[in-house]
């Protein structure tokens, strides 16, 4: 069974760089091609900056502001080291990534991306995973972080879905699918 996103628009929020290309484009196109409308979503204006581990990738046009989640269905947060560290620093992406729990939609993270996670203070009590520099922050944030491919937490309002990097990612599309659909 495909999932069927069609008629839902999914926020794909990151910051003007350090985007890991491939944890954006992946997901986007699984998205595209369950029918679904990916939004990339940005604090930076015009275009955002990718990149493949260290090396300058492609850009990618802004699509909108991080202001409110009431037109998204869904939030992916792509890795890479700099965008969720900078992201984290933004109070308005942080406020966005918040609404997103306290509005009940679900939100799929990979790699670092949970940085960002821990700053909105939604982890607490959530089973996750992520690149493993990451451990530490997300159990002193209070999660209960774990080694394994993909991971889909029902506890909270929120169905939260984690991975832990690009090899993970057939697995993290298809649990991100079937939460947003």
Known sequence: MTADLTGKTIAFLVAGEGIEQVELTEPWKAVQEAGGTPRLVSPADGQVQAFNHLDKADTFPVDAQPESPEQYDGLVL??????????RMDEQAVSFVRAFFEAGKPVAAICHAPWTLVEADVVRGRRMTSWPSLQTDLRNAGADWV???????????????????????????????????
């Open 78 to 87: 792509p890795g890479g080291v700099a965008n969720p560290d900078a992201l």
């Open 147 to 181: 080694d394994e491919q993909v991971v889909v937490d029902t506890s909270g309002a929120s169905t939260l879905i984690t991975s832990r990097n690009p090899d993970d990612l057939k697995a993290f599309n298809g649990a991100l699918l079937e939460a947003f659909a």
